[in-house]
């Protein structure tokens, strides 16, 4: 007698399995379904025949095709690398207002000076380039040492107080605490806080106007606007560079702190340096 149990209203054999008075009725696969799964099962073997697919102890079975990946990715690259080189050498023989000149020169100069920025520059400047305290906000068109392309250039290649380039932007503010008194300072530093709004000492700003006279104004003009030759800040403005306010002037101007930008065109080539400075330039800033 069969142990088999057969479903009354189909007439279909069971599997044997039972949940609560259920029982699975044993129907069998559709064809259709069954030829695609041995489908699947050649297409898999014959797929490891002729790719690159057994990993073996040093590398892996090649492939009857002697397809790979990486050669095709590095053929990718060579012709990237190829199809770019024009550009790269119209950047490499063009001054940078060339380059600006050129439309299809000035997108591919920004995207690649972009990618350069990313690795070589955020780390200061910000990811945004809106700089941080100490190092400059990127983006406005308060410039230090100018914001035309070409003088965008010269500090990227050159660097700012850098000690291994002969042709670095070089200026410092002496410690004005071994010159004036202290309440000269005080006087002084409320006098460039005016010409912001920011002066807390209203009172003291007469005074700060003859000692900014006497002796801050050689440097940052008679209108406290700034000298780009030398590096000096534009003083009307409350951008600041370390910290804002009257309490944050006076102590820059006792004990000023000097930034240091590293000479770019030695470690990157003049190549990159332009790309960079037409990168810079189109953030909005460039003048």
């Known amino acids: 007698m069969s142990d088999k ?3 009354e209203l189909s007439g279909v054999e069971t599997t044997g399995h039972e949940w609560d008075g259920i029982r699975e009725l044993n129907n069998p696969m559709p064809r259709w379904w069954l030829w695609t799964f041995y489908a699947t099962i050649a297409w898999a073997l014959a797929y490891t025949i002729a790719y690159p697919a057994w990993p073996m102890i040093r590398t892996a079975t090649t492939g009857m095709l002697g397809y790979s990946s990486r050669a095709e990715v590095q053929a990718e690259l060579a012709a990237a690398e190829a ?15 060339e380059i600006l ?8 100069a920004t995207s690649a000076g972009s990618a350069a920025f990313k690795v070589n520059c955020v780390q200061c400047h910000g990811s ?27 500090t990227i290649s050159n660097g700012v107080r850098f000690a291994g380039d002969e042709e670095t932007h ?11 008194e202290p309440q000269q300072v005080n006087e002084v530093a409320a006098f460039v806080a005016s010409l912001s709004g920011q002066a807390l000492t209203p009172e003291l700003v007469p005074a700060g106007a003859t000692v900014f006279a006497e002796n801050c104004a050689a440097c940052h003009g008679d209108n406290a606007k ?4 030398m590096g000096a800040p534009d003083l009307t403005d409350a951008i600041a560079l370390y910290a804002s306010g009257q309490a944050a002037i006076a102590q820059q101007v006792r004990r000023p702190r000097h930034g240091v930008m ?7 080539g003049d190549v990159k340096v332009k ?11 460039g003048e």
């Not at 790309?275 to 800033?285: D, N």
Request: no cysteine; glycine share 12%.
């Open 101 to 108: 000149a050129d439309d299809n020169l000035r997108q591919f």
């Open 262 to 268: 590293p000479a770019w065109g030695a470690r990157l």
């Open 128 to 154: 945004g380039a809106q700089g941080s305290p100490g190092f400059p906000n990127l983006n406005d068109d308060e410039w230090l040492w100018g914001g035309k392309i070409e003088q965008i250039y010269q």
């Open 83 to 97: 199809a770019k080189s024009v550009y790269v050498e119209a950047v490499k023989t063009k001054g940078v207002g």
């Open 275 to 285: 790309e960079l400075a037409v990168f810079v330039h189109s953030l909005g800033g």
């Open 226 to 229: 700034g000298n780009r030759e």
């Open 170 to 180: 070089s200026s410092e503010m002496p410690a004005f605490a071994e010159v004036l």
């Open 5 to 7: 149990h057969i479903d």
